[in-house]
């Protein structure tokens, strides 16, 4: 079920409404900090050429308004900004000879090592660790990316991600379990053609 069913219901089997700016924007607002990462961990972070794509994906958005009925946002604008990204590496060979690759071996033997209740930090000072981790955790739904990074990056205590986000500890407890599990499993599957 997407958000805007959520917001605005919609019947089974009846067509969601025609997207409009003001639920757009709401959207990308919601989840620009997970598409930013998505489109900075292919470029190399280079702020830039991030900011740039941003601004690309929403005008690419927002061309969809009054035109497109659309159930899952954060699906639809992912695949705004691979095609954005596509282009950008076929406009840029140096900067496609630099993205960073999935390197499937590695990325496995992450998966298996990922202990359910932490991410090793000793992990992420290896460039090539890193750039897998990372890969694989833009892959991942905005809420499931932000409770990995509010927990394992940000270093937040259950109690304290639980006060932010107006739910329980044991609450945050289960959706980190779930996040950690599906990061297990996008590292586990990480190849050279799922990067994007």
Known sequence: MSRLSIILPVAPGSTPPLLDRRTLLAEFQRLAAALH???AVRVRDDRSAADDLMQQLWLEADRGVGRMRIEDHEAWLRGIARNVL???????ARAARVRPLADAALAAELAAAIDEREIAPQW???EEVRDQVR????????????????AHFRAQSHEQIAGELRISARAVEGRLYRARRMLKERLAHLNVHEEL
């Not at 596509?86 to 840029?92: K, S």
């Not at 890969?135 to 932000?146: G, I, N």
């Open 37 to 39: 990462r998505f489109v």
């Open 86 to 92: 596509r282009r950008y590496w076929r406009e840029n």
């Open 124 to 126: 992420l000072e290896q």
């Open 135 to 150: 890969l694989a955790l833009t892959l991942l739904a905005a809420d499931e990316q932000d409770l990995i990074i509010r």
